[in-house]
């Protein structure tokens, strides 16, 4: 059984960063694209961003100036930079992996920006 497990979460100021990581739990199970969602309480996730296979990334506007992405194959994991926080962006992120029709969901990580 495959897992995504995320890190990097937490407390933050407005203005600040935080890097997080999505790891799958196995070598051998492809990362091909990988998409990023926020979820805040009593409402839907929402996707914002997106990394394929060729490295090719995708951002809605609101994050698309201050958000990242970037991948490590020889690692299995994919990077989401989180810059010039807002307390708007605060919310439960997940990562998201479809696999031969399979769909993998990360746990789930906390951001709060606040001061």
């Known amino acids: 059984q495959v897992q995504l497990m995320e890190s990097g979460g937490g407390l933050v100021q407005p203005g600040g960063s935080l890097r997080l990581s999505c790891a799958a739990s196995r070598s051998d199970f492809s990362i091909n694209a990988m998409e990023w969602y926020r979820q805040v309480p009593g409402r839907q996730r929402d996707m914002f961003g997106r990394i394929d296979a060729d490295g090719s990334t995708y951002f809605a506007v609101s994050v698309v100036d201050r958000f990242t992405l970037s991948r490590d194959s020889a690692k299995n994991t994919v990077y989401l930079q989180l810059r010039h926080l807002r307390p708007e962006d605060t919310g439960v992120y997940y990562c998201?992996?479809?696999?031969?029709?399979?769909?993998?969901w990360g746990q789930g990580i906390q951001v709060t920006v606040s001061s």
């Open positions: 998201k992996v479809v696999n031969q029709g399979h769909t993998y």
